[in-house]
């Protein structure tokens, strides 16, 4: 479903689920408990979706310059709780938030832990945004 203008809390969390899991070989985990989502690639987290002081939000990682304009331009982006500030962004719901950057974000998060891993472990090639084709290297 999707959610025109700024998302609230409840549509924060959906958008990331939603976006996280149609990405390829994404798992869904709750390491911390029922509270909190964690997504991961190849075992590697690239989201995380919880409540902090009753406001949902979700950490994502981020390359530190796109970060930092982020969290300067977006009162609803801060560093990243409880992560590297520098690696992790926080959203939290408001109006500078749209489904929009909700789905960028979190593509980007993913596309950045799956650039990290060794080629081998990658469900795609973040550059081409395709799965990798083993024979392609012969």
Known sequence: MRHPGPVDGAALHEVTTRTALAL???EETRPF????VVHKVAGRMF???TTLRGVPIVNLKCAPP???ALVRD???VTPGWHMDKRHWITLAPGDGIDETLVEDLVANSYDLVVAGL???RRPLDPARRRAEDPAADR
């Not at 408990?33 to 909190?36: F, K, P, T, Y």
């Open 24 to 26: 390829p070989a994404v």
């Open 33 to 36: 408990g029922e509270g909190s």
């Open 47 to 49: 989201v995380l979706a």
């Open 66 to 68: 796109h970060g930092a």
């Open 74 to 76: 977006h009162v609803e």
């Open 118 to 120: 060794p080629r081998g």
